[in-house]
T-cell receptor, first 114, second 117 residues
Framework: GENVEQHPSTLSVQEGDSAVIKCTYS??????FPWYKQELGKRPQLIID?????GEKKDQRIAVTLNKTAKHFSLHITETQPEDSAVYFC?????????????FGQGTILTVHP | EAQVTQNPRYLITVTGKKLTVTCSQN?????MSWYRQDPGLGLRQIYY???????DKGDVPEGYKVSRKEKRNFPLILESPSPNQTSLYFC????????????????FGNGTRLTVT
């Protein structure tokens, strides 16, 4: 089955700096890669996702890049703000079939210091 | 309001006492799933259901049961809970029966924190 590795496990940055979280996946058939943000005591919520036929996607201060050959994808947050502090999870799935599994990484605790 | 509702939010029980965590969604979603969240391990999928009466194992199904008799409900059953099932549990749903994708993102419930002593 799919295995997703996420690094780093914790990340501390100063407000205004950029933050990068990296994930690798094992199943070359995976074709959908979402990122979820979980604030303290809250549920995970989708913040951005990317399909395997796209190399990069941006949404304001957030971007995700995908390297299919190397089987890794990354989340980039620019101009970080204290409200970006949360746990971030990457995930991988196989879209378009009856395959219902979504495999998550271990999570990254991001702390943005004012 | 469109939502996934889990109950209870907190549950403390003893080893071996059967329990059920309920999950209900009001969005007419085809797909539903259960995850457990443990520090350092992320979210791990327990079971999922592509549609009514269709369920399948995720990555950590041992010790759990599920049923999908109606589209809106997907209860998680622990027949004989053990301390290693102490965890934070999330139910989630998505619109389509083709699994998770760009046009079928996951919507999570608020979580159930289970402690088994």
């Amino acid at each position: 089955g799919e295995n997703v590795e996420q690094h780093p496990s914790t990340l501390s940055v100063q407000e205004g700096d950029s933050a990068v979280i990296k994930c690798t996946y094992s199943d070359s058939a995976s074709n959908y890669f979402p990122w979820y943000k979980q604030e303290l005591g809250k549920r995970p919520q989708l913040i951005i996702d990317i399909r395997s036929n796209v190399g990069e996607k941006k949404d304001q201060r957030i971007a995700v890049t995908l390297n299919k050959t190397a089987k890794h994808f990354s989340l980039h947050i620019t101009e970080t703000q204290p409200e970006d502090s949360a746990v971030y999870f990457c995930a991988a799935s196989l879209h378009g079939t009856s395959y219902g599994k979504l495999t998550f990484g271990q999570g990254t605790i991001l702390t943005v210091h004012p | 309001e469109a939502q996934v509702t889990q109950n209870p939010r907190y549950l403390i029980t003893v080893t071996g006492k059967k329990l059920t965590v309920t999950c209900s969604q009001n969005m007419n979603h085809e797909y539903m799933s259960w995850y457990r969240q443990d520090p350092g391990l992320g979210l791990r999928q327990i079971y999922y259901s592509m549609n009514v009466e269709v369920t399948d194992k995720g990555d950590v199904p041992e010790g759990y049961k599920v049923s999908r008799k109606e589209k809106r409900n997907f209860p998680l059953i622990l027949e004989s809970p053990s301390p290693n099932q102490t965890s934070l549990y999330f139910c989630a749903s998505s619109p389509l029966a083709v699994g998770i994708s760009y046009n079928s993102p996951l919507h999570f419930g608020n979580g159930t924190r289970l402690t088994v002593t």
